[in-house]
């Protein structure tokens, strides 16, 4: 094959892959919006006194609409640029748009991410597998007990089990291409930090690590735990001979650590706040409110990543990234059954954000783990199958709980 040649199909394969990569973006784009311009006019589309398409969004259109609210959001991100998008439109609009931008921008990143990693631009599986994975990990969801969970102290099937893809709460998703961004970047930082220093990664992974945090501080909050026990853990393991470096990383989260400060003296010390009174501790103290079974609402949004896990469990050993998306779940999910906000924000379980953050960031290391097996078949095709399964299990249930709730379903009652 002559060397046109050659580029011609290279250039055509790129057309291709660049149109499919314009459909189902846009596809996952109007369905996105969908919902979310519903949850923004959900008092267009009551029936009777029947609420539909609860979320959190009124409230955030509230404060863009300079509506005094009962707690104060000490995360401007969304809301700065809601405000600015309220020049051309309503304030509900612009939430519903911004929120849109957002959380779309995952796709690109994520799209990026499994091209990079799996790296082999000849190979089709690799090729779909970037476009189409994406996709998969912003669908997953909890699976549940056919016939329903109720008999097994589940009142509910996304209460008390939640998920990788909370849909009613917008701020979770403003987040997460900051924190996907900071996440990744860090994996890679994890694979030479203890021996040199890569200024462009590090000024990356801290400006998103600060992005994310402004949007909501809920993955910062256990990122920069998980972060701590991991470095520590290296730090004596080494015996403190790479202090210096591990000390040049430390510097990346000092901007996020202010960050968090001034959010929390924001939150807990406002005078307008009568019933905040910060964070407190109890074992299951807010989780068992909404599940009886803890151990059943563990596995039932863990099939896929404990299946991943039995057939790869010498990597927690070898690959670092990998490792650190368990730990990174470990610590949300340790942060979510001890913590708690007092007063009258006990009963938001606002630690399960952090914890359904962890679920995310397992669920993507363990697709990636399985993508990149399956292109290089490392694994036996029917252990491949047996974890595809898994996955697959996962995303037909997060798009029934998604079509459930374009449809106008309750959260609370699903």
Same mark, same amino acid.
């Given at each position: 094959?002559?060397?046109?040649?050659?580029?011609?199909?290279?250039?055509?394969?790129?057309?291709?892959?660049?149109?499919?990569?314009?459909?189902?973006?846009?596809?996952?784009?109007?369905? @996105?919006?969908?919902?979310?311009?519903?949850?923004?006019?959900?008092?267009?589309?009551?029936?009777?006194?029947?609420?539909?398409?609860?979320?959190?969004?009124?409230?955030?259109?509230?404060?863009?609409?300079?509506?005094?609210?009962?707690?104060?959001?000490?995360?401007?991100?969304?809301?700065?640029?809601?405000?600015?998008?309220?020049?051309? &439109?309503?304030?509900?609009?612009?939430?519903?748009?911004?929120?849109?931008?957002?959380?779309?921008?995952?796709?690109?990143?994520?799209?990026?991410?499994?091209?990079?990693? &799996?790296?082999?631009?000849?190979?089709?599986?690799?090729?779909?597998?970037?476009?189409?994975?994406?996709?998969?990990?912003?669908?997953?969801?909890?699976?549940?007990?056919?016939?329903?969970?109720?008999?097994?102290?589940?009142?509910?099937?996304?209460?008390?089990?939640?998920?990788?893809?909370?849909?009613? @709460?917008?701020?979770?998703?403003?987040?997460?291409?900051?924190?996907?961004?900071?996440?990744?970047?860090?994996?890679?930082?994890?694979?030479?930090?203890?021996?040199?220093?890569?200024?462009?990664?590090?000024?990356?992974?801290?400006?998103?690590?600060?992005?994310?945090?402004?949007?909501?501080?809920?993955?910062?909050?256990?990122?920069?735990?998980?972060?701590?026990?991991?470095?520590?853990?290296?730090?004596?393991?080494?015996?403190?001979?790479?202090?210096?470096?591990? &000390?040049?990383?430390?510097?990346?989260?000092?901007?996020?650590?202010?960050?968090?400060?001034?959010?929390?003296?924001?939150?807990?010390?406002?005078?307008?706040?009568?019933?905040?009174?910060?964070?407190?501790?109890?074992?299951?103290?807010?989780?068992?409110?909404?599940?009886?079974?803890?151990?059943?609402?563990?596995?039932?949004?863990?099939?896929?990543?404990?299946?991943?896990?039995?057939?790869?469990?010498?990597?927690?050993?070898?690959?670092?990234?990998?490792?650190?998306?368990?730990?990174?779940?470990?610590?949300?999910?340790?942060?979510?059954?001890?913590?708690?906000?007092?007063?009258?924000?006990?009963?938001?379980?606002?630690?399960?954000?952090?914890?359904?953050?962890?679920?995310?960031?397992?669920?993507?290391?363990?697709?990636?783990?399985?993508?990149?097996?399956?292109?290089?078949?490392?694994?036996?095709?029917?252990?491949? &199958?047996?974890?595809?399964?898994?996955?697959?299990?996962?995303?037909?249930?997060?798009?029934?709980?998604?079509?459930?709730?374009?449809?106008?379903?309750?959260?609370?009652?699903?």
């Amino acid at each position: 094959m002559s060397l046109g040649s050659y580029n011609k199909k290279s250039l055509g394969m790129s057309l291709i892959y660049i149109v499919i990569f314009v459909v189902l973006f846009t596809i996952f784009g109007y369905a @996105n919006f969908t919902l979310f311009y519903r949850q923004a006019h959900c008092n267009e589309f009551m029936v009777g006194d029947d609420a539909r398409y609860q979320s959190d969004i009124p409230d955030y259109i509230d404060v863009v609409k300079g509506v005094d609210t009962e707690f104060e959001f000490s995360y401007p991100l969304l809301f700065d640029l809601s405000r600015v998008l309220t020049r051309f &439109l309503s304030p509900e609009d612009a939430v519903a748009v911004a929120v849109l931008v957002l959380n779309m921008l995952c796709i690109p990143f994520l799209t990026l991410f499994f091209k990079k990693s &799996l790296g082999d631009d000849n190979n089709p599986v690799s090729v779909i597998g970037s476009l189409i994975m994406p996709y998969v990990i912003m669908l997953v969801s909890m699976l549940w007990v056919p016939g329903g969970n109720e008999a097994y102290g589940l009142d509910f099937r996304y209460l008390g089990v939640f998920t990788p893809n909370p849909w009613h @709460n917008q701020t979770y998703f403003a987040a997460r291409p900051f924190a996907i961004v900071a996440f990744l970047f860090f994996g890679r930082i994890l694979s030479y930090y203890e021996d040199s220093v890569n200024l462009k990664d590090y000024i990356v992974f801290s400006l998103f690590l600060v992005l994310s945090t402004m949007a909501k501080p809920s993955f910062t909050f256990v990122f920069i735990s998980a972060a701590a026990v991991y470095i520590l853990i290296r730090l004596i393991f080494h015996k403190f001979a790479t202090l210096r470096n591990t &000390l040049y990383l430390g510097i990346c989260f000092a901007p996020t650590i202010i960050v968090l400060a001034m959010q929390y003296l924001s939150t807990f010390s406002n005078e307008q706040s009568q019933v905040e009174e910060g964070i407190g501790f109890g074992f299951l103290r807010v989780w068992s409110m909404y599940s009886g079974n803890v151990t059943l609402s563990l596995v039932l949004v863990l099939v896929f990543p404990i299946i991943v896990l039995v057939f790869n469990f010498k990597l927690l050993f070898e690959n670092r990234a990998y490792r650190f998306g368990w730990e990174f779940f470990l610590v949300g999910t340790l942060e979510f059954m001890f913590l708690t906000e007092e007063g009258d924000r006990l009963g938001h379980a606002n630690f399960s954000w952090g914890y359904m953050y962890g679920l995310f960031f397992v669920f993507l290391v363990s697709a990636w783990l399985l993508f990149k097996n399956t292109v290089s078949r490392k694994n036996h095709i029917s252990i491949l &199958l047996i974890q595809w399964s898994g996955l697959l299990l996962h995303f037909v249930a997060g798009s029934i709980y998604f079509v459930y709730l374009l449809q106008g379903g309750d959260f609370t009652q699903f």
